[in-house]
């Protein structure tokens, strides 16, 4: 009798060369976008650094402050009382920049090498974050300083995202895009997590270096990806992904050159030769950018993010000042917390995309958790702050329902469509779908932290009145997409009626 196979030995067997590469190109990307993020957010958690009550410090030996001064131990020029108007233009400089640069850096990412895009997009976001905090070891005390390395900051961050999803789609096909994007998508929530803790670590102390180390980490990134990323499967002979080969889908062209099934029909000995070898094809062209625009459920999906964004990105920016002033936290504390909401993220991402795919309803998902999330954000600004367990199960619940959406749309939504059956084989149009979706986005992005900058001074329950009815907009905009994707299940159900019946 033949004994089994060690463990060891069925694991190697059954996990082919194909499987390693694409294991490796989704750890690369996800560490790449976990950079990305975590040089965001250590302004979030220095911002109650900039201006903090100095009432209850100790004035230092020698110091010329008035005793009545408040304000003596903050960081000019955020020591005036218009300081959350000022954080909130430092915000947006890089908010502003990023959204507008997300157009056009779709449009490069397509044209250029990856690899070498994000590298030299690692690379510079590295240096413009450090210079941020080099303004501390410099003693700069000027908003324009920090408003123009934000801007910089922005421009060149926009390489991530676009690149790494295009690269992401290059090796994965459609089947259970949505599970598995949503666990690649926490990268997102794992680099706020990380910004923060390392932030967090010289916040009350030297907080330039909140800056200087997750810069010096980003652009080691960007060093580790030149030399490393693999953008195509067939750049180290894999098998390409087949983004669209269903039953259905090959029946719609049937006189389709490309298609092996016609080709069988034809010639069995090109039939052969077909499945042994990709179809020869012409390069794809580069997709317009108003050639993606008329994608089926890009305007939708693209104005849906625009509200979601704004709300996740206000929590991301503000998120910390808020525990810090309501719950009275000290800055390092308060970053700790607001990790949690990250910590919800990673669920509600991982969640939003099993479930999708379960249904095979990226619209009513996104739907459902919009509808929940309106409640959650009201009910933690009410009663989140009444003790430490009631703050830690409402910030990761609301977390989870703000973050599931945004995750599913800027990961699987926007691979979809980008691979979308319209476009008939063309990849090329992904980076180009991404940046529009994600660009789209990054305005809301940028009008959220604005608007809390603005409404804060008039108090915190205006700032939730405002997430709240950005909430429910995002989820009005995807009626029309829920409302064919239930009649697709209908459809789909009068099927396997009629099958039973036969």
């Known amino acids: 009798m033949r004994s089994s196979l060690a463990p060891g030995v069925w694991f190697l067997r059954n996990f082919s060369r194909d499987s390693w590469f694409r294991g490796f190109t989704l750890v690369i990307t996800f560490l790449i976008y976990t950079c990305y993020h975590m040089s965001r957010k250590p302004l979030s958690i220095v911002k109650s650094r900039l201006h903090q009550n100095c009432s209850e410090l100790i004035n230092p030996i020698n110091d010329t402050h008035s005793p009545n001064d408040t304000t003596w131990c903050s960081w000019g020029p955020f020591d005036k ?12 400089a890089f908010l502003v920049a990023y959204a ?21 997009g690692m690379l510079l976001s590295g240096l413009f974050t450090s210079l941020f905090g080099l303004g501390y070891f410099w003693d700069i005390h000027v908003l324009w300083y920090f408003v123009l390395v934000q801007i910089f900051n922005g421009l060149v961050q926009t390489t991530g995202w676009p690149s790494v999803v295009a690269c992401v789609g290059n090796w994965f096909g459609k089947g259970k895009r949505g599970f598995i994007m949503g666990i690649w998508n926490s990268h997102t929530s794992v680099g706020n997590i990380l910004g923060s803790l390392l932030a967090g670590i010289w916040v009350n102390t030297q907080w330039g270096l909140s800056f200087i180390v997750p810069g010096i980490i980003t652009a080691a990134m960007g060093v580790f990806t030149f030399f490393f990323l693999i953008e195509y499967p067939e750049d180290v002979d894999c098998t390409p992904p087949q983004h669209h080969g269903g039953p259905e889908e090959n029946q719609d062209n049937p006189e389709d050159p490309g298609n092996c099934s016609y080709s069988h029909r034809e010639s069995s000995v090109e039939a052969a030769s077909c499945s042994k070898e990709p179809c020869p094809e012409p390069e794809p062209a580069a997709i317009s950018f108003l050639g993606a625009l008329k994608i089926p459920g890009v305007v ?43 910590v919800g993220g990673i669920i509600g991402g991982i969640m939003a995309g099993l479930i999708s795919d379960s249904i095979n309803g990226r619209a009513t998902t996104c739907c459902i958790m919009l509808i929940l999330a309106a409640p959650v954000m009201f009910l933690y600004n ?35 469509l980008g691979t979308h059956k319209s476009l008939k084989g063309n990849a090329k149009a992904l980076s180009t779908v991404t940046a529009i979706i994600d660009g789209t986005g990054s305005v809301g992005a940028a009008l959220g932290p604005l608007l809390a900058g603005l409404i ?15 909430d429910v907009l995002a989820c009005l905009l995807l009626c029309r997409l829920v409302y064919k994707e239930v009649l697709a299940w209908k459809a789909s159900l009068s099927r396997v009626r009629g099958y039973k019946e036969i």
């Not at 991301?316 to 808020?322: A, G, H, S, V």
């Not at 001074?457 to 205006?462: E, L, R, S, V, Y």
């Open 81 to 92: 009382d218009d300081y959350k108007e000022l954080l909130g233009a430092v915000d947006n």
């Open 100 to 120: 507008i640069g997300m157009f056009i850096s779709g449009i490069f990412g397509e044209r250029l090498p990856l690899r070498y895009y994000l590298s030299a």
């Open 300 to 342: 939708e999906f693209s104005l849906c993010l625009l509200f979601a964004k704004l709300v996740s990105y206000t929590f991301l920016y503000w998120l910390p000042l808020y525990i810090s002033n309501v719950a009275n936290f000290s800055a390092k504390e308060a970053g700790d917390m607001s990790t949690l909401f990250d």
């Open 382 to 416: 009410s009663i989140g702050q009444n003790g430490i367990t009631s703050s830690i199960v409402m910030l990761i619940i609301c977390g989870a329902l703000v973050n599931g959406p945004y995750a599913l749309i800027t990961t699987a939504v926007s691979a979809d």
């Open 456 to 470: 804060s001074p008039t108090g915190w329950n205006n700032v939730f009145y405002m997430l709240i009815s950005a």
